[in-house]
Protein backbone atom coordinates (compact mmCIF):
# COMPACT_ATOMS: atom_id res chain seq x y z
CA UNK A 1 0.00 0.00 0.00
CA UNK A 2 1.37 3.10 -1.48
CA UNK A 3 1.16 7.00 0.35
CA UNK A 4 -0.28 9.62 -1.39
CA UNK A 5 0.91 13.24 -0.55
CA UNK A 6 -1.07 15.33 -1.75
CA UNK A 7 1.27 19.01 -2.77
CA UNK A 8 0.20 22.32 -3.54
CA UNK A 9 1.30 23.27 -7.19
CA UNK A 10 3.47 26.88 -7.17
CA UNK A 11 2.28 29.17 -9.55
CA UNK A 12 4.71 29.44 -12.47
CA UNK A 13 7.32 32.11 -12.46
CA UNK A 14 4.95 33.60 -15.69
CA UNK A 15 2.10 33.99 -13.88
CA UNK A 16 3.83 35.68 -10.82
CA UNK A 17 5.51 38.18 -13.26
CA UNK A 18 2.10 39.00 -15.15
CA UNK A 19 0.25 39.41 -11.49
CA UNK A 20 3.12 41.40 -10.34
CA UNK A 21 3.23 43.80 -13.66
CA UNK A 22 -0.79 43.85 -13.59
CA UNK A 23 -0.87 45.32 -10.28
CA UNK A 24 1.80 47.96 -11.29
CA UNK A 25 0.00 49.03 -14.18
CA UNK A 26 -3.08 49.13 -12.26
CA UNK A 27 -1.62 50.76 -9.21
CA UNK A 28 -0.15 53.21 -11.81
CA UNK A 29 -3.30 54.52 -13.25
CA UNK A 30 -5.15 54.53 -10.34
CA UNK A 31 -3.11 56.15 -8.40
CA UNK A 32 -2.00 58.76 -11.49
CA UNK A 33 -5.95 59.42 -12.23
CA UNK A 34 -6.92 59.96 -8.36
CA UNK A 35 -4.06 62.01 -8.02
CA UNK A 36 -4.74 64.49 -10.41
CA UNK A 37 -8.62 64.38 -9.95
CA UNK A 38 -7.97 65.54 -6.64
CA UNK A 39 -5.31 67.82 -7.32
CA UNK A 40 -6.48 69.87 -10.56
CA UNK A 41 -8.88 72.85 -10.52
CA UNK A 42 -12.14 71.24 -12.13
CA UNK A 43 -12.49 74.28 -14.85
CA UNK A 44 -9.03 72.80 -15.84
CA UNK A 45 -10.26 68.93 -15.14
CA UNK A 46 -13.31 69.48 -16.95
CA UNK A 47 -11.39 70.42 -20.03
CA UNK A 48 -9.78 66.98 -19.83
CA UNK A 49 -12.47 64.91 -18.51
CA UNK A 50 -15.71 66.77 -19.66
CA UNK A 51 -17.91 65.09 -16.81
CA UNK A 52 -16.08 66.46 -14.37
CA UNK A 53 -17.21 70.21 -15.12
CA UNK A 54 -21.09 68.96 -14.92
CA UNK A 55 -20.96 66.96 -11.70
CA UNK A 56 -20.32 68.47 -8.00
CA UNK A 57 -16.60 69.07 -7.27
CA UNK A 58 -17.51 66.46 -4.09
CA UNK A 59 -18.20 64.31 -6.29
CA UNK A 60 -15.11 64.58 -8.63
CA UNK A 61 -13.06 64.22 -5.21
CA UNK A 62 -14.52 61.31 -4.04
CA UNK A 63 -13.69 59.65 -7.01
CA UNK A 64 -10.46 60.23 -6.63
CA UNK A 65 -10.05 58.82 -3.28
CA UNK A 66 -11.53 55.65 -4.86
CA UNK A 67 -8.89 55.86 -7.61
CA UNK A 68 -6.31 56.40 -4.83
CA UNK A 69 -7.73 53.77 -2.73
CA UNK A 70 -7.72 51.23 -5.29
CA UNK A 71 -4.38 51.67 -6.86
CA UNK A 72 -2.97 51.69 -3.11
CA UNK A 73 -4.88 48.33 -2.23
CA UNK A 74 -3.84 46.87 -5.13
CA UNK A 75 -0.29 47.13 -4.80
CA UNK A 76 1.04 47.80 -1.07
CA UNK A 77 -0.58 44.78 0.92
CA UNK A 78 0.73 42.32 -1.66
CA UNK A 79 4.39 44.68 -1.55
CA UNK A 80 4.37 44.76 2.73
CA UNK A 81 2.64 41.08 2.85
CA UNK A 82 0.69 43.14 5.51
CA UNK A 83 -2.70 42.04 5.09
CA UNK A 84 -2.11 40.96 1.51
CA UNK A 85 -6.21 39.61 1.16
CA UNK A 86 -6.71 43.52 0.81
CA UNK A 87 -4.99 43.18 -2.67
CA UNK A 88 -7.84 40.59 -3.59
CA UNK A 89 -10.48 43.18 -2.17
CA UNK A 90 -9.07 45.77 -4.01
CA UNK A 91 -8.84 44.19 -7.32
CA UNK A 92 -12.39 43.39 -6.66
CA UNK A 93 -13.20 47.01 -5.96
CA UNK A 94 -11.17 47.98 -8.91
CA UNK A 95 -13.18 44.91 -11.17
CA UNK A 96 -16.59 47.41 -10.01
CA UNK A 97 -15.22 50.31 -10.64
CA UNK A 98 -14.61 50.00 -13.95
CA UNK A 99 -17.88 48.39 -14.57
CA UNK A 100 -19.81 51.43 -13.42
CA UNK A 101 -17.67 53.95 -15.43
CA UNK A 102 -17.99 51.98 -18.72
CA UNK A 103 -21.60 52.45 -17.80
CA UNK A 104 -21.31 55.51 -17.16
CA UNK A 105 -19.23 56.68 -20.70
CA UNK A 106 -21.50 54.45 -22.44
CA UNK A 107 -24.34 56.53 -21.25
CA UNK A 108 -23.40 59.76 -22.18
CA UNK A 109 -22.10 58.79 -25.72
CA UNK A 110 -18.78 58.72 -25.01
CA UNK A 111 -17.71 55.21 -25.61
CA UNK A 112 -14.04 56.53 -27.27
CA UNK A 113 -12.80 56.81 -23.74
CA UNK A 114 -14.05 53.08 -23.03
CA UNK A 115 -10.74 51.33 -24.25
CA UNK A 116 -8.84 52.07 -21.17
CA UNK A 117 -12.12 51.04 -18.94
CA UNK A 118 -11.70 47.82 -20.46
CA UNK A 119 -8.37 46.93 -20.60
CA UNK A 120 -8.40 48.09 -16.78
CA UNK A 121 -11.20 45.95 -16.26
CA UNK A 122 -9.52 43.12 -17.87
CA UNK A 123 -6.15 44.08 -15.09
CA UNK A 124 -8.31 43.89 -12.18
CA UNK A 125 -10.22 40.54 -13.24
CA UNK A 126 -7.01 38.94 -13.81
CA UNK A 127 -5.61 40.13 -10.43
CA UNK A 128 -8.52 39.08 -9.05
CA UNK A 129 -8.35 35.75 -10.21
CA UNK A 130 -4.49 35.26 -10.00
CA UNK A 131 -4.25 36.95 -5.87
CA UNK A 132 -7.54 35.06 -4.70
CA UNK A 133 -6.58 31.18 -6.59
CA UNK A 134 -3.95 30.81 -8.23
CA UNK A 135 -0.88 32.38 -6.67
CA UNK A 136 -1.89 34.37 -3.57
CA UNK A 137 0.38 36.65 -1.10
CA UNK A 138 1.37 35.02 2.27
CA UNK A 139 0.89 36.74 5.24
CA UNK A 140 4.18 38.07 7.01
CA UNK A 141 4.78 35.97 9.87
CA UNK A 142 5.08 38.70 12.74
Request: glycine share 8%; proline share 7%; aromatic share 10%.
Amino acid sequence: MSTTTLETATPGRPLRIGLWTAQILIAFAFIGAGFVKLTTPIPQLAAMMPWAGQYSETFVRFIALVDLAGGIGVLLPALTRILPRLTVLAALGCSVLQVFALVFHLSRGEAEVTPLNLVLLALSLFVLWGRNSKAPITPRQF
